[in-house]
């Protein structure tokens, strides 16, 4: 893949970082110039229309995917963003010391969200998730955020709390919770915008595309180092 300049991508400010730090989520506008996005995404529908990529029929999920795997045989410069520049500005951002996934299939991946498809409400399994637009050609696909929502436990605990996790997903999750108690944020997709949010702790979702071309985004996942949660069940595994 053609070389991308370190140097055209968008540093993390200590504003920004003031900003995630305070509301648990940040958009970077023009995190990534145009012409890199549009050089990217030709490469990218490119092989979307020469090879199979995963479909995701996962609840009431629709989209295909392209899993860290083939991202790394496939697009090189992406995964230099993933492993050397992005994780960069995460270390700058966040409290904690972040690191990459050790499972490349979780890690990073490319979704794929054609007209009717979308992405169920859910919480990521890592801390952090960074979502960059490489499209905007299209109506509906919106994310909707509820930042810091969750009241997460951790993963290091016992059978009575993990219980409890449940117990208390399902109240956050529930219509007047979601009214009453918490700040929603809607993101429309730009090319070249970056956002990045608590995943864990996050409830978010991929509104359906309406119309238009194909939805094209790059997921990238950071956690804590030595960190360890099941991935057996990740969609980015599924075929």
């Known amino acids: 893949m053609k070389e991308i300049s370190y140097n055209l991508l968008k540093n993390i400010e200590n504003a920004e970082r003031e900003i995630f730090l305070k509301r648990g989520y940040l958009i970077i506008n023009n995190f990534m110039p145009q012409e890199s996005i549009e050089y990217i ?5 490119s092989f979307k229309n020469s090879n199979p990529t995963i479909k995701v029929r996962w609840k009431h999920s629709i989209f295909n995917t392209i899993n860290g795997a083939n991202i790394d045989d496939n697009f090189h410069e ?3 963003i993933y492993d050397e520049y ?3 500005e995460i270390l700058n951002l966040y409290s904690a010391k972040m690191t990459t996934l050790e499972d490349r299939s979780v890690g990073i991946s490319v979704n794929l969200t054609d007209k009717g498809g979308k992405f ?11 979502v960059l637009y490489l499209n905007d050609n299209y109506k509906g696909g919106e994310m909707v955020l509820y930042p810091r929502i969750r009241w ?5 605990v016992s059978q009575h709390l993990r219980l409890t996790q449940i117990v208390l997903d399902r109240i956050v999750r529930s ?4 009214a009453l108690f918490t700040d929603k944020i809607k993101v429309k997709p730009k090319a070249g915008d970056l956002l990045v949010f608590e995943g864990v702790r996050t409830l978010h979702t991929v509104l359906p595309v309406k119309s238009g071309e194909v939805r094209v985004s790059v997921q990238f996942a950071y956690d804590l180092e030595n960190a360890s949660f099941d991935t057996s069940d990740y969609y980015g595994k599924s075929t």
């Open 41 to 45: 995404l030709k490469q990218i529908i």
């Open 78 to 80: 992406l995964s230099k």
């Open 86 to 88: 992005l994780i960069k």
């Open 120 to 130: 169920q409400p859910h919480y990521d399994r890592n801390i952090i998730t960074a």
């Open 152 to 156: 997460w436990l951790g993963r290091q």
């Open 175 to 178: 219509k007047w919770y979601l």
